[in-house]
């Protein structure tokens, strides 16, 4: 069963009767009659697979599966309300309990569709309906929310910034329901469930890598997606759902809307390839740098603040590439001079390939951690995966930190054959 199949009048009829624990209250308070709250909430069930409700003389009550479902449920009117409360124009309270309740699955279901592919013919495609129902859709959730969502432009109908801004709530809100589901099939000893991580290009790939195996064997069924992109892409992810969380360097950009966990600091080191001709050196300075090509991150990147700060006060050395990918930053290092700047973690990794030069700490100092979305709540297994990767980091800077005591090679590390 997806999501897509439950009604958000199903969804407010549990939420109402899971709040005042009463069938009959709930009708009177959503002017319907008990008959039919009884079988909305009993198609609900039916469509759950599970039950939601105990039934009694003294009322209706919600069962264990039924807490967790009605949590969301409540969670997603909250961005709901929120969401329009947003909007120009929001009216009352009031006013906005009615616009809630006017809209519908299918008309948030078209403008999610619009938002995720750019235009209402593309959305209609995706979708599989013509375009004159999404566009009738649209008109009418315009008219719910009393403000114009759609207009023309070269390539076609497309969102307002006001529609785009609504879009990514509902988004957002919908995922209170898909998240609902999971957590009550993962109750019924179910992990078939689905997990997007966005993953840094450095330290978050080499630390998901790790996790991840021993992750999937104990939840088999679970399916991961990662998601690797440059930092201020991976942010834009996030804050739009498209990914659940991204591990990898804190990225302090400023969103108010994203929470930044750090787990571990991350010194920065300048690394060359092994026999580096700067690794033969005890006291390199500024000059010496700048002698060397530079491989350098991306801007926004904190690998790119601290290049910056690093040369601070003159023209910086050539540094004619700028990437995140790291197989190839590897590949540039290897095969000449070259220098980057590398952390703790990631150097742990490619201490039989690369090595860091002696040259004093480098600030700002970075921490690998988490970032979320400041009010998500994650599933249960989504949970366990972060709760693994919160402990895997934690030991990973012990490890770290033993390793740091050891004097760093003087250019007499021989690379494996």
């Keep these: 069963m997806t999501t897509e199949s439950i009604s958000f009048r199903q969804l407010k009829l549990l939420e109402t009767v899971g709040r005042v624990n009463s069938v009959r209250r709930a009708s009177e308070e959503c002017n319907l009659s008990q008959p039919a709250v009884t079988q909305a909430i009993l198609k609900l069930e039916s469509q759950l697979g599970v039950q939601l409700l105990i039934r009694s003389t003294s009322g209706s009550y919600l069962t264990e599966l039924g807490r967790i479902f009605h ?4 969670r997603f009117f909250d961005r709901l309300r929120d969401a329009l409360q947003e909007l120009p124009n929001s009216e009352t309270a009031l006013n906005l309990d009615i616009a809630a309740n006017r809209i519908s699955r299918s008309q948030i279901n078209c403008l999610i569709a619009i938002f995720a592919a750019g235009n209402l013919e593309a959305a209609a495609n995706e979708l599989g309906l013509v375009p004159t129902s999404v566009q009738r859709a649209l008109r009418t959730l315009e008219a719910n929310v009393k403000n114009t969502l759609l207009n023309r432009t070269a390539a076609g109908l497309s969102l307002t910034p006001t529609g785009m801004n609504f879009g990514k709530r509902m988004k957002l809100a919908l995922q209170e329901i898909e998240a609902a589901q999971n957590d009550i099939e993962i109750s019924r000893g179910n992990t078939r469930s689905r997990i997007t991580v966005g993953a840094m290009p450095f330290g978050g790939s080499f630390l998901l890598a790790t996790v991840l195996d021993t992750f999937v064997q104990e939840f088999p069924n679970a399916e991961i997606k990662i998601v ?50 700067l690794s033969f050196k005890d006291n390199i300075t500024t000059e010496d740098l700048l002698e060397y090509e ?22 910086g050395p050539h540094a004619p590439i700028r990437t995140s990918a790291f197989t190839i930053i590897r590949s540039l290092l290897e095969s000449g001079d070259r220098l980057t700047l590398m952390t703790d973690y990631e150097l742990m990794h490619q201490r039989d390939y690369l090595q860091a030069l002696h040259y004093p700490a480098i600030t700002p100092v970075p921490a690998i951690g988490i970032t979320t979305r400041k009010d998500w709540l994650p599933t249960r297994l989504q949970k366990h995966l972060v709760d693994e ?14 390793l740091s005591t050891e004097p760093i090679s003087n250019g007499r590390h021989q690379r494996k054959a």
């Design 294 to 315: 530079w491989v350098v991150g991306t801007r926004g990147a904190s690998r790119r603040e601290c290049f910056e700060k690093l040369f601070e006060g003159t023209s």
């Design 71 to 74: 949590h969301r449920a409540e």
């Design 228 to 277: 690797s992109e440059n930092a201020p892409e991976l942010m834009q992810s996030l804050s739009d759902g498209d990914v659940d969380f991204v591990v990898g360097l804190v990225q302090q950009d400023g969103r108010e809307n994203l929470e930044y966990i750090p787990l571990a600091d991350t010194c920065f080191h300048i690394v060359g390839r092994t026999n580096h001709p």
């Design 389 to 402: 990767i919160s402990a895997h980091t934690k030991n990973s800077a012990y490890v770290i930190s033993t």
